[in-house]
């Protein structure tokens, strides 16, 4: 079985700030690894995934995450946040059925940009 | 392309009331899916469509049921709505039909608010 599980339910950083937003992942097989953001109101958008081509990826909006597989973690990070970045986070993680591609999502992060 | 889009953008009903949310993707794609998205529980997968003419259950399928009217729509059904149903509904759709390549990214409507009262 598949589980996500995304550290801290709210991150709060200043602008000009890193921004860091943990993920990490429980899987019996290789898993393939997303994130995914909200803008408030709207529907989710997908930043960056995983394709075990490298393990370092890098998304949309400047985001980039790395794969570590003797850490289970899927971290996402930017080096400077904009106050454009507030929004929630969700990491997510599928595993092929026979039946599709079905994803499994973390519980959100929500990030705050103070000036 | 207008990508997934979702009717209606808000519904309130009573308890034990009936009603459909719609889907429909211009993508082409071949596999459809509705989640739920409550307060501190991420998305959880109501049900899903690997391909035009199946459907299968997801995490939290009861109460619910789907209907893949062909490949580009695909419809939701409260048949007795509940309090416990108030929730965002989203429709997502993704290329690649069931038993393809994993990191096939799935593209997501702009979500239905559904309030049981």
């Known amino acids: 079985a598949q589980s996500v599980t995304q550290l801290g339910s709210h991150v709060s950083v200043s602008e000009g700030a890193l921004v860091l937003l943990r993920c990490n992942y429980s899987s019996s097989v290789p898993p393939y690894l997303f994130w995914y953001v909200q803008y408030p109101n709207q529907g989710l958008q997908l930043l960056l995934k995983?394709?075990?081509?490298?393990?370092l990826v890098n998304g949309i909006n400047g985001f980039e995450a790395e794969f570590k597989k003797s850490e289970t973690s899927f971290h996402l990070t930017k080096p400077s946040a904009h106050m454009s970045d507030a929004a929630e986070y969700f990491c997510?993680?599928?595993?092929?059925?026979?039946?599709?591609?079905?994803?499994?999502f973390g519980t959100g992060t929500q990030l705050k940009v103070e000036l | 392309n207008a990508g997934v889009t979702q009717t209606p953008k808000f519904q309130v009903l009573k308890t034990g009331q009936s009603m459909t949310l719609q889907c429909a993707q211009d993508m082409n794609h071949n596999s459809m899916y509705w989640y739920r998205q409550d307060p501190g529980m991420g998305l959880r997968l109501i049900y899903y469509?690997?391909?035009?003419?199946?459907?299968d259950k997801g995490e939290v399928p009861n109460g619910y049921n789907v209907s893949r009217l062909n490949k580009r729509e695909f419809s939701l059904r409260l048949e007795s709505a509940a309090p416990s149903q108030t929730s965002v509904y989203f429709c997502?759709?993704?290329?690649?039909?069931?038993?393809?390549?994993?990191?096939?990214?799935?593209?997501f409507g702009p979500g239905t608010r559904l309030t049981v009262l």
């Open positions: 997510a993680g599928s595993i092929l059925t026979g039946g599709g591609n079905k994803l499994t």
């Open positions: 997502a759709s993704s290329e690649i039909a069931g038993g393809g390549e994993g990191t096939d990214t799935q593209y």
């Open positions: 995983y394709t075990s081509a490298a393990t």
């Open positions: 469509s690997a391909s035009e003419g199946t459907t």
